[in-house]
């Protein structure tokens, strides 16, 4: 039984391993044998030393152990927005059931790393894992250079290759290229594209990583049909569905109105269609819309959304296998590609 002195420093605060200790007649380390190493005591200890940690309501530090070992079990998914914003994009619900799959098989629990006051960086040294997976910064930004300089492993996604770490990412290029040669090909010749907002300092400083292959997807289809970009309305817009409503009203507002808008956002082009039918245009009868990445909700959307597949949940179950794979040290993944694919629907005909 625990003794009053005992009882009332658990009392006092937090019951310690001194506490069950003192409460069971034994050493801290018998009772870290207990919890970490039973082989090393006597069955009769271990019963002794954990009935008087049930009835002081002790548990070990199991954080703080891991720490100390050097391990936590535990893999970041280090975001590059705040997480209110990634919570409202379905993309990455896929994503990280692909990656929850992985983590689950193998022991690990996963974290969400969003930006610390508005700062990638300063979220890296305040989560305990034992690696990240990065998604969509670029590789020369500081969070690459600084996980290279603390040697954690790191898996790059939707970013440009690395030589230093594994990579996964789909074909932004050859999909956008083939939603806007789809277009081009019903006859659609005004075209307007509801782009992913690249940040502050574009396009002074180019496109990066899949928004710049995507555009240059859609430049491809746009020489084939002797047009150029300078033909495309761009509007840049962060992925949410309001801001894909926002731009559509301000898009269908010009003299010249688009008779197909390419979203490169499925989240995008479901804003696109909620503006369009409040302003009473009929899509795809006079305005087509399509979008990119085949959310679930595109199938059953309507009309049902024309939109480029890429396997999502895939590659965060590729991601996470080729982070845990670096953190046990076994043999390097290289660069993965994964496919895309056009999805005909409803949402997409040709012009009036």
Known sequence: MPSRKASSAARAGKPTSSDVAAAAGVSRSAVSFAFN????????????IL?????????????????????????????????????????????????GQVCDQEGYTLL?????????????????????????????????AELDRRGIPFVLIDSDRHEGAPSVEVDDRGGAREVARYLLELGHRRLAVLSIDPGPGVPARGYRGPLARRLAGIGDALAEAGLTMSDVRLAEVPVTRTDGYRATRELMSAAARPTAILALSDVLAFGAVDALQELGVDVPGEVSVTGFDDLAESAWFRPRLTTVRQPIVAKGRIAADFLISAIRGEDQHPHQLLGTSLIVRESAAKPA
């Open 51 to 99: 009935a008087a940690a049930e009835e002081l309501g002790y548990t070990p530090n199991t954080l703080g152990r891991m720490l100390q070992a050097g391990t936590t079990n535990s893999i970041g998914v280090l975001l590059p927005q705040r997480l209110a914003q990634i919570l409202e994009n379905p993309y990455y619900s896929r994503f990280l059931m692909g990656a």
């Open 112 to 144: 969400l790393t969003p930006p610390l006051q508005d700062s990638v960086l300063k979220a890296i040294p305040y989560a305990a894992v034992d690696g990240f997976v990065v998604c969509g910064l670029e590789i020369d930004r500081g969070e690459v």
């Open 37 to 48: 190493n039973p082989q090393r005591i006597s069955s009769a200890t271990r019963e002794r």
